[in-house]
């Protein structure tokens, strides 16, 4: 009987521990999810919300183009004179670098019933950095959380103890990824947004175009045959982009963004914002690392400054004779006929006399 007692009592003393350093641990945790160096872009604690500015940003304003601030209320009406725009788009493509967060009122609904809501009036919507953090946040609650565990010292006392625990529903998700006219929003932000319609329809909104300064209502500025935002986002969709996080944009105030002799429109054929198989990269003039330019270049060979390149004729493709014989190397491909010699030493061996290096029409020094 003693004994029993001692082990009953031991259990009800390790039970207690556990709570009492969960609960430590929890208040901690939430502390630190209230301290005042983690509060942007986050449903803040009610002392916050109403030490933290206010602005109202009229149709007229959007339409023109304005800078959302960071840590600020923010609320916009948007103007009636686009049809549909995407959040990144209207918040400045900035969701994967920003945290913001931020709802829409219904249309047509009446302001007395959206009043009596309890929540939020509206529906939300969240840039891809909060929706990150969140789940990390949702993540480390979960694990600081205490686990009922079961064990021999501790039995289960109904059925309920050997049922799974269960998922807790997402009460803050993301619901709005198209803005629609007229629409009333709030925001907040954790670092400041370009916020506009887009006139042109280059997926750039107008604020974001004045401040990369690209045309507003034109949407390819230099005429290359790719979008303002095609360029500017160039390679974005690639997997080494997701994999790294890397990219270099093209230009888009600049035809030949990597000054090769070539438009980016002729080197992305398919202006898809991507770097095919079939095609050069616009955003270095060598695509295939061998010494010589995609298009037409400036370039030193043996002491001496030359224009050299191997797409010669600038139109995106390898040209061929009458035979089909190549008339050019290929800018895709650093040994081009796989003979085990570059293109740029074949050019080389070319100059000095080695004819079967030399392509047809290419001539020796």
Same mark, same amino acid.
């Given at each position: ?11 009800? +003393? ?9 609960? =430590? ?16 872009? %986050? ?10 500015? /206010? ?67 509206? =529906? ?6 909060? %929706? ?16 009922? +565990? =079961?064990?021999? /010292?501790? =039995? ?60 507003? &209502?034109?949407? $390819? ?6 979008? $303002? ?6 390679? @974005? ?20 963004? &990597?000054? &090769? ?9 398919? %202006? ?17 690392? #061998? ?11 043996? %002491?001496? @400054? ?8 600038? #139109?995106?493709?390898? #040209?061929?004779? +009458? ?6 190397? #290929? ?35």
């Amino acid at each position: 009987m003693a004994f029993s007692a001692t082990v009953l009592a031991f259990q009800k +003393t390790c039970r207690l521990l556990t709570i009492v350093s969960g609960v =430590l641990s929890i208040a901690i945790f939430s502390y630190a999810l209230i301290s005042p160096s983690s509060l942007s872009a %986050r449903l803040l604690p009610m002392n916050q919300k109403q030490s933290l500015p /206010w602005l109202f940003i009229e149709p007229a304003e959007v339409e023109e183009g304005i800078t959302i601030p960071s840590d600020t209320h923010v609320a916009f009406h948007l103007p009636s004179t686009f049809t549909k725009i995407q959040r990144e788009v209207l918040l400045g493509r900035q969701g994967d670098n920003i945290r913001y967060w931020g709802y829409c009122l219904p249309l047509g609904e009446d302001p007395e019933i959206v009043g009596r809501r309890t929540g939020f009036p509206g =529906l939300l919507y969240l840039s891809e950095k909060e %929706r990150e953090a969140r789940g990390l946040i949702k993540k480390a609650i979960e694990e600081r959380t205490p686990k009922k +565990t =079961l064990s021999v /010292w501790n =039995l289960p006392k109904s059925k309920d103890d050997l049922k799974p625990p269960k998922k807790t529903k997402e009460k803050i998700r993301h619901e709005v990824e198209f803005f629609e006219p007229n629409a009333l929003c709030y925001i907040m932000s954790a670092g400041p947004l370009a916020l506009g319609i887009d006139q042109d329809g280059d997926s750039l909104n107008t604020r974001f175009e004045r401040q990369i300064g690209t045309h507003p &209502d034109i949407a $390819d500025t230099d005429g290359d045959g790719l979008t $303002d935002g095609l360029e500017h986002f160039f390679g @974005t969709k690639t997997e080494l982009h997701h994999l790294t996080g890397l990219r270099s944009s093209l230009n888009p105030l600049i035809r030949d963004s &990597d000054i &090769d002799g070539i438009i980016d429109g002729i080197e992305d054929m398919n %202006r898809n914002g991507n770097v095919d198989p079939d095609e050069t990269d616009p955003r270095t003039k060598d695509t295939d690392h #061998d010494g010589l330019c995609d298009g037409l270049c400036l370039t030193k060979v043996r %002491r001496q @400054t030359l224009l050299l390149g191997e797409d010669i004729n600038l #139109d995106g493709k390898v #040209d061929v004779d +009458t035979n089909g014989k190549a008339k050019e190397t #290929d800018p895709r491909k650093a040994d081009t006929n796989g003979d085990g010699v570059s293109d740029f030493q074949a050019y080389f061996n070319c100059q000095l006399g080695m004819k079967q290096y030399c392509l047809e029409g290419q001539t020796t020094q």
